[in-house]
């Protein structure tokens, strides 16, 4: 399909925009760049992201930092588990002076969401978010309400703590863009931290971007050159991903790298995952001052979009088989066009 060539202007313009963000979120936040490139990924994207990482990793400061640089409306809700659906999404209330009942609407309306500690709520109140996220709309009795556009959710899990936890299911999961790991400092990075005694979230941004900015963005996309085999080649790794891959002669086999991975795969993406993947490709072409997505920038974004969307098998876990380490797996034996 013929594209329209984007102009040098609107790709200088984009790149600006990523660098002015990592830039003033570097006043805050000491190695988290790649954390901040991933939100502003999914944003542009018209995705959620899932934030994963232990306590005390800034992840807090990371969302409220990235709702300033943006200048969206944004909203935190602390899940727990006596959490209810319209806490969330909002109720019909009673007004006795006049007789009838108004629509008292929940925190999920506005443009940026932070769900923190989400699977600490039970599985009724994940159902309502995952319409909020899909669907982007919420419905209070008999009528449904439009979110705000954009309208985006950045939500935390803590790994190791499980005790009051509700794991997230496989259908919510799969409406996150990408799930993003947020790693330990450097020594070097570490000690900066702790020079500022945690008073960084008291350090000015400015606000970098607006609504119509990001959407004259995400319209660019749409511009974006990604060249047939590029695509074939991001079917061939979700492909990969799917333990019926061996058996399927349009498939690329999963043993192609001498050992059977497939047997660590319970389930694998789904086409959703190859949409996401393709257009998180071309948010970082863009973000490059490309009108062209490469392989490399496919490979860059495989782990993020791809790492929540497996469902690993009984033998991974006893192996100490990790989804980073199978798609890690993938993208070494699938051949690059």
Do not use: W
């Not at 699977?119 to 978010?129: E, G, I, T, W």
């Not at 909020?132 to 209070?140: D, G, L, P």
């Not at 935390?156 to 703590?161: A, F, G, S, Y």
């Not at 008073?199 to 995400?218: G, H, I, S, T, Y």
């Amino acid at each position: 399909m013929e594209k329209n060539n984007i102009s040098q202007e609107d790709l200088i313009q984009c790149r600006e925009m990523a660098d002015k963000c990592r830039a003033e979120a570097a006043k805050r936040l000491v190695g988290q760049t790649k954390v901040i490139d991933g939100i502003l990924t999914a944003l542009v994207a018209g995705g959620h992201v899932l934030l994963e990482g232990v306590p005390g990793l800034a992840k807090t400061l990371a969302v409220r930092t990235f709702a300033e640089l943006s200048g969206l409306d944004f909203k935190r809700i602390q899940f727990t588990p006596d959490l209810l659906p319209a806490d969330l999404t909002g109720t019909l209330i009673y007004e006795q002076n006049g007789g009838k009942f108004s629509v008292h609407k929940g925190p999920v309306f506005t443009n940026v969401v932070f769900a923190d500690e989400i699977n600490r709520a039970p599985a009724k109140v994940q159902s309502a978010l995952l319409e909020a996220m899909a669907e982007r709309q919420v419905t209070i009795g008999e009528t449904t309400y439009r979110l705000p556009d954009p309208f985006f959710v950045l939500a935390t899990q803590n790994p190791i703590e499980q005790e009051g936890t509700y794991n997230l299911p496989e259908a919510e999961l799969d409406r996150f863009l990408m799930k993003i790991i947020v790693p330990y400092p450097t020594p070097e990075e570490e000690i900066s931290i702790v020079k500022t005694c945690g008073a960084a979230d008291l350090v000015p941004v400015e606000q970098v971007f607006n609504d119509r900015l990001l959407k004259k963005c995400r319209s660019l996309l749409e511009r974006i050159v990604c060249d047939d085999k590029l695509v074939e080649y991001i079917v061939s790794i979700i492909n990969v991903t799917r333990p019926a891959a061996k058996d399927s002669k349009s498939s690329i086999s999963v043993q192609r790298s001498g050992s059977d991975i497939s047997k660590f795969i319970t389930f694998g993406a789904s086409p959703r995952g190859g949409i996401s993947l393709l257009q998180c490709a071309k948010v970082k072409a863009l973000f490059e001052g490309r009108s062209f997505v490469l392989p490399e920038d496919i490979k860059s974004c495989a782990p993020d979009v791809l790492r929540h969307r497996l469902v690993l098998s009984y033998e991974a876990a006893a192996a100490g088989i990790t989804a980073d380490d199978i798609i890690s797996k993938i993208m070494d034996f699938t051949p690059v066009p």
